[in-house]
């Protein structure tokens, strides 16, 4: 509908000239006849040639006069009403202008466009104008996008959920949005692969197969559940959609590794039963967040801190498992498992991590938020496994 918006205002302005310049060409001159029948009246009355000079002098002298006096309010009438019109037309584009496109719509579209030069509170304040915007307008799709894709990256699954499940309501079938919806409801539920998730994925995969959302929420539903070969069926799609040798291919060749060893373990145990209670196979590490003795641990109380691990040296900063926790008492004690992995990952797949602490005054994630910071390098993942990560200015 924006679209139409240039079309409305080129019409409107298009009228406007049309009212305001052609008048000036079609004013035409007002004449009258009652000096005229005045004069023909002294030519029956008068024979003296000097008199009916005079009458006809004066007779130019009185057209003359009136002619002018008729163009003048003539043409303050018609300016007038010109006037009147430019004015209702101005009114006119106006209202189709906040109809179609609001003057608020476009500054968003150019601060969008614009994102990759901004500072996070720019992005911060940009969310919340989209979501105020979104409020006003709670059909308009592309705000409840955005704002679903924005909730999802920090965490906030539940309000990405709404935002994801109101755009079904209009495209029931987008793929898309039902891999996202999939994904949001996946980390809702507690990453658990009910039956509306795994319904919402496969219908997404039925409309296209390379829908990454939808492929990475069944491939770590299934390996939560044990169900490796069909995790591993999807991990290898996620795999052959990345550039070979990236971060991210490799990635999924440690997930798809990681399953056919669990897989392995699993056909071994079956093949040969234990009485032997089964150990905690439950891989991760446990950080132990303390403070420096400069910090003042009453100064932070109440804050948000995030506990993020990436793969041991890695130079890419996208996250494998994040955890975000609200700041109690110190030390803080942070578990990281499977259950804190980003979509289309998974922390076990790893052996040794780089872990990063924040405490962020805003809630938001990035060193540029960070008020506090610590960090541990090369962990090793393992059941039992602790560090401990000491934050400073």
């Known amino acids: 509908m924006n679209d139409l918006l240039p079309i409305a205002a080129g019409l409107c302005i298009i009228a406007a000239a049309f009212l305001t310049i052609l008048p000036v060409f079609w004013t035409r001159q007002l004449e ?60 006119a584009t106006s209202l189709i202008y906040d109809r179609l496109g609001a003057y608020e719509d476009v500054q968003i579209t150019r601060a969008i466009e614009d994102l990759g030069a901004v500072s996070p509170e720019q992005i911060t304040e940009l969310v919340a104008r989209i979501e105020q915007r979104s409020n006003e307008r709670p059909k308009n799709l ?74 990475a929420t069944l491939a ?19 795999r052959d959609l990345e550039v070979p040798g990236s971060e991210a291919h490799e990635l999924m060749n440690s997930a798809i590794a990681e399953s056919e060893s669990r897989l392995a373990e699993a056909s071994i145990k079956q093949a ?22 400069t910090v003042d641990a009453l100064a932070y109380s109440g804050l948000t801190v995030f506990v993020i691990a990436r793969p041991a040296g890695s130079q890419v900063r996208m996250p494998t498992a994040v955890s975000r926790n609200a700041i109690g008492d110190w030390p803080l004690t942070v578990k990281l498992s499977d259950d804190n992995s980003m979509a289309g990952q998974l922390l076990s797949a790893l052996s040794a991590v780089d872990l990063e602490v924040q405490v962020s005054r805003n809630g938001q994630p ?15 993942l393992s059941n039992g496994a602790k560090t401990v990560v000491t934050l400073r200015h």
């Open 32 to 91: 009258g006849d009652s000096v005229d029948d005045w004069l023909a009246v002294r030519k029956t009355e008068i024979d003296d040639h000097e008199l009916l000079s005079d009458a006809q002098v004066r007779v130019w002298d009185d057209k003359d006069s009136q002619q002018a006096a008729q163009m003048v309010e003539g043409g303050a009438y018609s300016w007038r009403y010109q006037i009147y019109l430019v004015i209702a037309l101005i009114a």
């Open 366 to 380: 990035g060193l540029a938020n960070a008020v506090l910071h610590g960090s541990a390098s090369n962990v090793t």
């Open 272 to 293: 040969a039963p234990s009485d032997m209670a089964p150990a905690d196979m439950t891989t991760g590490v446990t950080v132990i967040i303390t403070l420096d003795e």
């Open 142 to 215: 592309d705000y409840r996008s955005l704002l679903g894709e924005y909730y999802i990256s920090i965490g906030r699954a539940s309000e990405a959920l709404e935002n994801f499940e109101a755009i079904l309501e209009e495209t029931p079938e987008a793929p898309d949005v039902l891999g996202r919806a999939a994904q949001a409801e996946f980390i809702v539920s507690g990453q658990t692969l009910n039956a509306r998730v795994r319904e919402r994925a496969n219908r997404a995969l039925a409309s296209d197969p390379r829908q990454k959302s939808a492929l």
């Open 220 to 238: 770590m539903g299934e390996f939560g559940q044990g169900n490796y070969i069909q995790a591993i069926g999807y991990m290898r799609v996620l």
